[in-house]
């Protein structure tokens, strides 16, 4: 008897009538598939399949069962094989074999939209369509694994109940259909413009989306014709040959990042061209083989993981994000590179542009309190703070200087970089943790300079208040707030680790303009534009777009940096969220401004050193989380994944008992970098 939604095989066997209504029959074959899934034994007393062990699947074990209850009473098995020769006769084969599993319009937008239907709405079982009846079929990831399971007389066993003439094939016509159709839709994605555009011309040389449907359509008249199979395999191997083709052409997309620039809809053009390609090649395996058991498994174990992922979000953007990430971090990897030291002179050339960072930094400091005098609503005064910001990062940025906290979502991508064939390579692994100390002594002297110029700054400034005007720019309410707001004892670390976040977002904001800039080629606007040769002259809109190319990156990340910094804290106050910005070179800078406000009796206050305390925490989490998070989008742009990590923290372990100084002050016979 059924028991709510659950039925046991009796009331399957006797609830099987062709004659019910089609959708009827559907929840009949949901029903039979939800009976296949359940757990443990089956209850109606049927004797289980000799072949069976206790590692079979339950699903495999009840799947022969079924078939061996049909076999001993032929009235089940008339039953049964009538109901499922009903279903499959009237459904349209086409709905799972060409469109299952692919977004019916060509963005990624209109896809997660429609898996958020999927994922929202309730499926119906009043459909002809067989792709549409499947996702209600198989909607558990593990189907797979069982389906993948089975063996080749079990398949056949089922074939048997599902067509009246297993030897004819009968599916073979609607394999042949979705061929077309497949193919149709790859040359339709390779010929659009975007596609067409960024693939390598010399791959587009021989027409393969032109040719692909001409084979295709070859290989469904030897099929209607009734060719002999030499013909046809020779028909296989002309539409195979086309369709790699077509892939190496698509994939070409993926080798000119860095000339076009890549976009979320292409990425996804790309990924749907490539899984058509692969079904098409496993409708031809299907068809050709002498024996459709193994190919017809393969095929419904593929279609069965293409249901489970086109109801994944994470798979979605796991997949389409990749490439993407990759475009982010290629250019972060370039720059990062020149924030790495690896040699005396280089972190005594750090130290100074660090320095320099330190010195703007600390007039950034006094104005961000000159603004904070000026009565401002809330938003206009976090956009005034992060106006601030920009300014200074970006001077920071055109004078070569440089701000520590900046360096970790640089650097982050070019040490992934370094992580290519670490996989039980002992040197590479030597060389990693080389990188690893060149990074974190290069952030000391980040930290170092900015600091050593930030604090004589603001004290400078604020003396220079004192002695011309009998007062500091910064006053002593400000000094309190400063004391207040800074001790470690309150949210700091929090607001630090949050920083942190504002950081790495900057690097991705500025990896996304990058790519903005290059997908819209606009590059060449500015330098070939007429209206711009015509204000700028010629030799000077090259120049223009040439600089644009090599800065709009460093440019995006400090002018957004700025204004996160400034304008989020608004932003999550209007919410309701209470956020705070602590920048280890800025909150030193406002505590210089409070010892010069109050003066050194401040010194002998316990609020002052627990501010103090406070700066090596934000150091550490600003450069930590960003460092962290940027890291993690390199590894995942570039598919890897740290299988020997415990190796390589044993490395750094060793090299800071055998050199600690080395993570703080690069060694005197280290060898400068190698140009290039």
Same mark, same amino acid.
């Given at each position: 008897?059924?028991?709510?939604?659950?039925?046991?095989?009796?009331?399957?066997?006797?609830?099987?009538?062709?004659?019910?209504?089609?959708?009827?029959?559907?929840?009949?074959?949901?029903?039979?598939?939800?009976?296949?899934?359940?757990?443990?034994?089956?209850?109606?007393?049927?004797?289980?399949?000799?072949? %069976?062990?206790?590692?079979?699947?339950?699903?495999?074990?009840?799947?022969?069962?079924?078939? %061996?209850?049909?076999?001993?009473?032929?009235?089940?098995?008339? +039953?049964?094989?009538?109901?499922?020769?009903?279903?499959?006769?009237?459904?349209?084969?086409?709905?799972?074999?060409?469109?299952?599993?692919?977004?019916?319009?060509?963005?990624?937008?209109?896809?997660?939209?429609?898996?958020?239907?999927?994922?929202?709405?309730?499926?119906?079982?009043?459909?002809?369509?067989?792709?549409?009846?499947?996702?209600?079929?198989?909607?558990?990831?593990?189907?797979?694994?069982?389906?993948?399971?089975?063996?080749?007389?079990?398949?056949?066993?089922v074939l048997a109940l599902c067509v009246a003439d297993p030897a004819a094939q009968p $599916?073979?016509?609607?394999?042949?259909?979705?061929?077309?159709?497949?193919?149709?839709?790859?040359?339709?994605?390779?010929?659009?413009?975007?596609?067409?555009?960024?693939?390598?011309?010399?791959?587009?040389?021989?027409?393969?989306?032109?040719?692909?449907?001409?084979?295709?359509?070859?290989?469904?008249?030897?099929?209607?014709?009734?060719?002999?199979?030499?013909?046809?395999?020779?028909?296989?191997?002309?539409? /195979?040959?086309?369709?790699?083709?077509?892939?190496?052409?698509?994939?070409?997309?993926?080798?000119?990042?860095?000339?076009?620039?890549?976009?979320?809809?292409?990425?996804?053009?790309?990924?749907?061209?490539?899984?058509?390609? @692969?079904?098409?090649?496993?409708?031809?395996?299907?068809?050709?083989?002498?024996? *459709?058991?193994?190919?017809?498994?393969?095929?419904?174990?593929?279609?069965?993981?293409? #249901?489970?992922?086109?109801?994944?979000?994470?798979?979605?953007? +796991?997949?389409? =994000?990749?490439?993407?990430?990759?475009?982010?971090?290629?250019?972060?990897?370039?720059?990062? @590179?020149?924030?790495?030291?690896?040699?005396?002179?280089?972190?005594?050339?750090?130290? &100074?542009?660090?320095?320099?960072?330190?010195?703007?930094?600390?007039?950034?400091?006094?104005?961000?309190?000159?603004?904070?005098?000026?009565?401002?609503?809330?938003? $206009? &005064?976090?956009?005034?703070?992060?106006?601030?910001? #920009?300014?200074?990062?970006?001077?920071? =940025?055109?004078?070569?200087?440089?701000?520590?906290?900046?360096?970790?979502?640089?650097?982050?991508?070019?040490?992934?970089?370094?992580?290519?064939?670490?996989?039980?390579?002992?040197?590479? &692994?030597?060389?990693?943790?080389? @990188?690893?100390?060149?990074?974190?002594?290069?952030?000391?002297?980040?930290?170092?300079?900015?600091?050593a110029l930030v604090i004589p700054v603001v004290l400078a400034a604020q003396g220079l208040?004192?002695?011309?005007?009998?007062?500091?720019?910064?006053?002593?309410?400000?000094?309190?707030?400063?004391?207040?707001?800074?001790?470690?004892?309150? *949210?700091?670390?929090?607001? &630090?680790?949050?920083?942190?976040?504002?950081?790495?977002?900057?690097?991705?904001?500025?990896?996304?303009?990058?790519?903005?800039?290059?997908?819209?080629?606009?590059?060449?606007?500015?330098?070939?534009?007429?209206?711009?040769?015509?204000?700028?002259?010629?030799?000077?809109?090259?120049?223009?777009?040439?600089?644009? /190319?090599?800065?709009?990156?460093?440019?995006?990340?400090?002018?957004?940096?700025?204004?996160?910094?400034?304008?989020?804290?608004?932003?999550?106050?209007?919410?309701?969220?209470?956020? %705070?910005?602590?920048?280890?070179?800025?909150?030193?800078?406002?505590? #210089?401004?409070?010892?010069?406000?109050?003066?050194?009796?401040?010194?002998?206050?316990?609020?002052? $050193?627990?501010?103090?305390?406070?700066?090596?925490?934000?150091?550490?989490?600003?450069?930590?989380?960003?460092?962290?998070?940027?890291?993690?989008?390199?590894?995942?742009? +570039?598919?890897?994944?740290?299988?020997? +990590?415990?190796?390589?923290?044993?490395?750094?372990?060793?090299?800071?008992?055998?050199?600690?100084?080395?993570?703080?002050?690069?060694?005197?016979?280290?060898?400068?970098?190698?140009?290039?």
């Amino acid at each position: 008897m059924a028991s709510g939604a659950r039925w046991d095989l009796s009331a399957l066997l006797n609830a099987a009538d062709a004659r019910a209504p089609a959708t009827d029959q559907n929840l009949w074959l949901v029903r039979l598939l939800q009976w296949l899934r359940t757990p443990g034994p089956a209850t109606d007393g049927a004797t289980p399949d000799a072949h %069976d062990t206790p590692a079979t699947p339950w699903p495999v074990r009840r799947l022969r069962l079924l078939l %061996d209850v049909v076999d001993r009473h032929p009235e089940h098995g008339t +039953r049964v094989a009538a109901m499922l020769q009903a279903i499959f006769g009237r459904m349209d084969a086409t709905g799972l074999l060409a469109d299952f599993g692919f977004a019916p319009r060509q963005g990624f937008v209109s896809e997660l939209a429609e898996r958020l239907r999927l994922a929202c709405l309730p499926g119906t079982p009043q459909t002809a369509d067989l792709g549409q009846l499947f996702h209600l079929l198989f909607t558990e990831a593990t189907d797979t694994d069982w389906i993948a399971t089975l063996d080749n007389d079990t398949v056949a066993r089922v074939l048997a109940l599902c067509v009246a003439d297993p030897a004819a094939q009968p $599916w073979q016509a609607a394999m042949v259909e979705s061929i077309q159709l497949l193919a149709s839709q790859i040359r339709a994605a390779g010929l659009a413009g975007p596609m067409r555009q960024r693939m390598d011309p010399a791959l587009l040389a021989d027409r393969p989306f032109h040719q692909v449907v001409v084979a295709a359509e070859a290989l469904r008249a030897g099929h209607l014709d009734g060719d002999a199979a030499a013909t046809r395999l020779q028909q296989a191997a002309y539409l /195979r040959a086309v369709l790699e083709a077509c892939r190496q052409a698509g994939a070409s997309v993926r080798d000119h990042l860095d000339e076009h620039g890549i976009s979320v809809d292409l990425v996804f053009q790309i990924d749907q061209l490539r899984e058509r390609v @692969e079904r098409i090649e496993s409708l031809l395996a299907g068809l050709l083989a002498p024996e *459709p058991a193994p190919e017809l498994r393969q095929l419904l174990v593929g279609l069965v993981r293409s #249901a489970a992922e086109r109801r994944s979000m994470t798979a979605l953007f +796991r997949r389409h =994000y990749a490439l993407l990430a990759r475009k982010v971090t290629e250019r972060s990897a370039e720059t990062g @590179e020149h924030y790495i030291t690896r040699s005396r002179a280089e972190y005594r050339a750090m130290l &100074a542009q660090a320095a320099g960072g330190g010195a703007v930094i600390g007039v950034t400091t006094l104005v961000k309190f000159g603004l904070a005098a000026i009565a401002m609503s809330a938003f $206009w &005064a976090g956009f005034a703070a992060g106006l601030n910001y #920009a300014a200074s990062f970006v001077l920071v =940025y055109l004078l070569h200087w440089t701000v520590a906290t900046k360096q970790p979502a640089m650097t982050a991508p070019a040490m992934a970089a370094k992580l290519q064939g670490i996989a039980g390579n002992d040197e590479a &692994a030597e060389g990693f943790v080389d @990188e690893v100390t060149h990074l974190l002594r290069s952030q000391v002297a980040g930290i170092v300079g900015n600091l050593a110029l930030v604090i004589p700054v603001v004290l400078a400034a604020q003396g220079l208040g004192w002695w011309l005007a009998g007062a500091p720019p910064v006053g002593e309410k400000d000094a309190h707030y400063v004391l207040h707001s800074l001790t470690l004892l309150g *949210p700091t670390a929090f607001f &630090a680790a949050f920083t942190g976040v504002l950081l790495f977002a900057s690097s991705l904001i500025a990896g996304w303009v990058e790519n903005w800039f290059v997908f819209h080629r606009l590059e060449s606007a500015i330098a070939w534009n007429p209206r711009f040769i015509a204000v700028l002259g010629a030799p000077r809109a090259r120049r223009w777009a040439s600089w644009w /190319r090599d800065h709009v990156s460093g440019m995006a990340a400090n002018v957004s940096l700025g204004f996160l910094l400034g304008v989020v804290p608004v932003l999550g106050a209007f919410f309701g969220l209470p956020l %705070d910005v602590r920048h280890v070179t800025l909150s030193m800078g406002q505590l #210089a401004a409070a010892l010069g406000a109050l003066g050194p009796d401040l010194l002998r206050s316990a609020d002052f $050193w627990w501010c103090m305390a406070s700066i090596p925490v934000i150091g550490a989490l600003n450069l930590g989380v960003s460092f962290t998070l940027a890291f993690r989008v390199a590894l995942a742009s +570039r598919g890897l994944k740290l299988r020997d +990590r415990d190796r390589l923290y044993a490395a750094i372990r060793q090299r800071i008992r055998r050199a600690p100084m080395s993570f703080v002050l690069p060694p005197a016979d280290e060898p400068a970098r190698p140009p290039g």
